[in-house]
Antibody, heavy 122, light 106 residues
Framework: EVHLVESGGGLFQPGGSLRLSCGAS????????MAWVRQPPGKGLEWVSS???????SYANSVKGRFTISTDIPKNTLYLHMRSLRADDTAVYFC????????????????WGQGILVTVSS | DIQMTQSPASLSASVGDRVSITCRAS??????LSWYQQKSGKAPELLIY???SRQSGVPSRFSGSVSGTDFTLTITSLQPDDIATYYC?????????FGQGTKLEI
């Protein structure tokens, strides 16, 4: 059974940094693409970043240069390194597993973690 | 960046009704559009991928269709368990984008 568990959230100061972790079980993270999606309180979903087994990564414009996505294959874990935190980074952060078609195009996110709250406030 | 315009923002319907939610892409995205259901306080769940393929375990009353850059999620015979917010998501190219969401009430 596929299982994703996020950790590392909490209350952080503006300008600070943190690392979110997403432990995976039931599959290997380098066999799928992995993504982070966030949801500010009371608002909609926002894609943050994706990582592929090839090593390719992509980011939303709002986090480019501040956030870094990575994977640890032996630990089967996805990370999101977040720095230069801003108040508008406050959100529940979900990690998700992606599925692709035979051409390597992304089809969607078929498994999600329960989410972890990150609050940026002084 | 590709914009996804989702409508309506909210929808009220009765049990047994047929409802439709639409997403329009600002440019061509092929069939790289998925739909998600998010119940209050929970993580989203994948309903439809590739514009019209139903995810395993999703009831057959959920279906997806596409016409050009217009994508539609249809729920036939609405059930009380379908109370949720629904989102579309384009994964054709980064930055990937979600629609604004449709809150469905019964």
């Amino acid at each position: 059974e596929v299982h994703l568990v996020e950790s590392g959230g909490g209350l952080f100061q503006p300008g600070g940094s943190l690392r979110l972790s997403c432990g995976a079980s039931g599959f290997t993270v380098n066999s799928y693409y992995m993504a982070w999606v966030r949801q500010p309180p009371g608002k909609g979903l926002e894609w943050v970043s994706s990582a592929y087994g090839s090593g390719t990564t992509s980011y939303a414009n709002s986090v480019k240069g501040r956030f870094t996505i990575s994977t640890d294959i032996p630990k089967n874990t996805l990370y999101l390194h977040m720095r230069s935190l801003r108040a508008d980074d406050t959100a529940v952060y979900f990690c998700a597993r992606g599925i692709q078609d035979s051409g390597g195009y992304d089809l969607g996110l078929d498994s999600w973690g329960q989410g972890i709250l990150v609050t940026v406030s002084s | 960046d590709i914009q996804m315009t989702q409508s309506p923002a909210s929808l009220s319907a009765s049990v047994g009704d047929r409802v439709s939610i639409t997403c329009r892409a600002s440019q061509t995205i092929g069939n790289y559009l998925s739909w998600y259901q998010q119940k209050s306080g929970k993580a989203p769940e994948l309903l439809i991928y590739g514009a019209s393929s139903r995810q395993s375990g999703v009831p057959s009353r959920f279906s997806g269709s596409v016409s050009g850059t217009d994508f539609t999620l249809t729920i036939t015979s609405l059930q009380p368990d379908d109370i949720a917010t629904y989102y579309c998501h384009q994964s054709y190219t980064a930055p990937c984008t979600f629609g604004q969401g449709t809150k469905l009430e019964i």
